[in-house]
């Protein structure tokens, strides 16, 4: 799923803006951490899926 339409799902479900940015944000960071782990060259997103769906790691968006 592209990060667009992700970040717009979480706008559907009601999230504003920034909280879906931030768990778009935790998602594809919660992507590489698997990635690195399995030592693999492609994207491990199915293997991360739980953790998109539910990130251990949290950030805070600020406005610049």
């Known amino acids: 799923m592209s990060l667009v339409v992700y970040c717009w ?8 803006l920034q909280q879906a940015l931030e768990h778009v944000t935790a998602a594809v960071y919660e992507i590489m951490i698997a990635t690195k782990a399995m030592q693999e060259y492609e994207l491990q997103v ?16 600020t406005r610049l």
Not at 46 to 61: C, G, L, M, T
């Open 9 to 16: 799902s979480k706008l559907l479900q009601g999230a504003t």
């Open 46 to 61: 199915v293997a991360a899926q739980d953790r998109i769906a539910n990130p251990e790691h949290y950030f805070s968006a």
